[in-house]
């Protein structure tokens, strides 16, 4: 209902190009040898939890996000989008902890879009 917010997401990922499904095993290899690997999977990682984000958060109406305590099944929702989407390519996110809504604010400004702040970290097994 018109009413826009600031999200922060962390996010924890590890990155095993063995992983990867055999026809995206080659292009993730590639990744894993790219001296911009870090930015190359944030790109990866960031756009895939921006697109569940921007899809879930579209389900409710502004007080819903605002005062119905849903963070917990907004974040199993994209942490489940993330699972199905970036385990293909080496990307696993499967610990229960790998989604964290950090900050949902409302937006004091004008502007016409929810915006996300990624931050993204890296664990071994």
């Known amino acids: 209902n018109g009413c826009k917010f600031f999200v922060t997401l962390d996010i924890q990922y590890r990155f095993d190009p063995n ?3 055999r026809e995206y095993q080659v292009e993730m290899v590639g990744v894993a040898l790219n001296q911009t690997i870090e930015y190359e999977l944030h790109k990866i990682v960031s ?9 879930e ?7 819903e996000l605002y005062y119905g305590r849903i963070q917990d099944r907004i974040e199993q929702r994209i942490r489940q989008h993330l699972h199905q989407s970036l385990t293909p390519l080496g990307i696993l996110t499967n610990r229960p902890d790998s989604v964290f809504i950090e900050a949902f604010t409302p937006q004091t400004d004008l502007s016409y879009t ?4 990624v931050h993204l970290k890296s664990y071994q097994n």
Do not use: G, P
């Not at 929810?114 to 702040?117: E, F, I, M």
């Open 47 to 55: 756009h895939a939890a921006c697109y569940s984000l921007h899809n």
């Open 19 to 21: 992983h990867a499904n």
């Open 114 to 117: 929810t915006k996300s702040d």
């Open 57 to 63: 958060t579209n389900l409710y109406d502004s007080n």
